[in-house]
């Protein structure tokens, strides 16, 4: 047996394993992914300093990364059945890591922008393909392996862009990015040998098909109030994440190190809530917990432009990310009202639709930036956050 023959032996053993290893591949990945998601905005405001560029330009940048994140969602949903997961769970890690590493070679903001693209491509591939591959592995414990690892990104989101922040203050923000790229090449060997290989589609469905029976499902008032509520939080949570280190800094004697720890404090508040509020849900009817959220997180919104003390602005930033809550709520709720055969296609195009709305919410808040408005930025986005409270309250409760 040649070397080539054992070495496929060993990673053929290594995926017929323990699934567990895989779980903590699949993991690790979402933790990079959804962790570095937030550092480019954790460490915008010397970013925005070294290229010179306006609040605008700058919530542009965070716009394109969430763009083309959604861009990913539609069409990587159509191929799991084609090509499997390994191959586009792999392809992100690898694409991720590319785009991180193209921030050493950007001089320009236009280059800043294009190494941005090229993330938020990467990342874009890691999140329907990691659904579809917890479900056909841990058929009796699903529901511990996703809580895993969304647990996994929540962590993340809290963690990365502290030391990013950190990282930067010291060496730069270009270090505070690419060092993190050797970490998703480990991430793609990882999920490389533990991913065993899926039976594909051979058949050639009619997308066109899939597309109209998305399309007919979307005539139900349930989904169409539902999508509309999940399209206005996730705006204001883009634009909050964008702009709230860069807003504590340029309103308030403070550090980007400790504006990057206060927004780590708005993801520890999110991973508190997902703990209690699916529990909620169950006991008391998804609409009802719903608004709750809205409310609990608009309040700290509006507040925010008067707070003072880093104790009192991290409890706000804290009570604002239990918004983070409304979304596993609102994607079980609509995932639920999808038509069964097309549930996948139907998914993939809602995500699109619900990250690409979204990614408007950062040059949003840049241009109330530029003008002066700060401060009206988040009285606006308390007042979208209860208007899609108004959404859930009348939502039908779900059978």
């Not at 895989?22 to 405001?45: D, E, T, Y």
């Not at 793609?188 to 290989?197: G, H, N, P, R």
């Not at 206060?262 to 997902?274: D, E, Y």
């Amino acid at each position: 047996m040649g070397v080539t023959d054992r070495f496929r032996g060993v990673v053929a053993a290594s995926r017929a394993g323990n699934p567990y290893r895989l779980l903590a591949a699949v993991a690790a990945g979402w933790f990079l992914v959804l962790g570095m998601r937030f550092v480019v905005p954790a460490v915008l405001p010397t970013i925005r300093a070294e290229f010179g560029v306006s609040n605008t330009q700058a919530g542009v940048a965070v716009t394109v990364l969430w763009l083309t994140y959604a861009a990913m969602q539609f069409p990587t949903g159509v191929y799991i059945d084609r090509v499997g997961e390994r191959t586009l769970l792999v392809g992100s890690a690898l694409l991720s890591g590319v785009g991180l590493l193209g921030y050493l070679v950007s001089p320009t903001y236009a280059l800043f922008v294009l190494a941005t693209a090229g993330f938020g491509l990467g990342t874009g591939l890691y999140g329907p393909p990691r659904g579809t591959l917890l479900s056909r592995t841990f058929d009796d414990s699903e529901g511990t392996a996703f809580g895993t690892v969304m647990a996994a990104g929540s962590v993340g989101s809290a963690v990365l862009p502290l030391v990013a922040a950190v990282v930067t203050t010291r060496y730069g923000w270009r270090i505070g990015l690419a060092a993190v790229a050797p970490l998703f090449a480990v991430v793609a060997v990882a999920l490389w040998v533990s991913i065993s290989d899926r039976e594909t589609a051979t058949d050639d469905r009619s997308l066109r098909a899939d597309l109209r029976a998305v399309a007919a499902g979307l005539g139900d008032r349930r989904l169409a109030i539902a999508v509309t509520g999940a399209m206005v939080m996730l705006l204001v949570f883009q634009a909050v994440t964008a702009f709230l280190t860069t807003y504590l800094v340029t309103t308030r004697p403070i550090s980007q190190e400790t504006a990057g720890a206060l927004l780590s404090a708005l993801f520890v508040g999110g991973a508190v809530s997902q703990a209690v509020t699916g529990r909620l849900a169950d006991t008391y009817g998804t609409p009802k917990v719903l608004v709750g959220v809205c409310v609990v997180s608009a309040v700290p919104l509006a507040l925010l432009p008067v707070l003072e003390g880093e104790l009192l602005v991290g409890l706000g930033a804290a009570a604002i990310g239990f918004r983070m809550s409304s979304g596993p709520l609102t994607n079980a709720y609509i995932v639920d009202l999808l038509p069964d055969a097309v549930e996948g296609t139907g998914w993939g195009l809602l995500r699109t639709g619900f990250f690409s709305v979204g990614a408007m919410g950062s040059t949003l808040v840049g241009a109330f930036a530029d003008r002066g408005l700060f401060d009206l930025s988040f009285y606006v986005m308390a007042g979208l956050t209860l208007l899609a409270g108004g959404l859930f309250l009348v939502l039908p409760r779900r059978e």
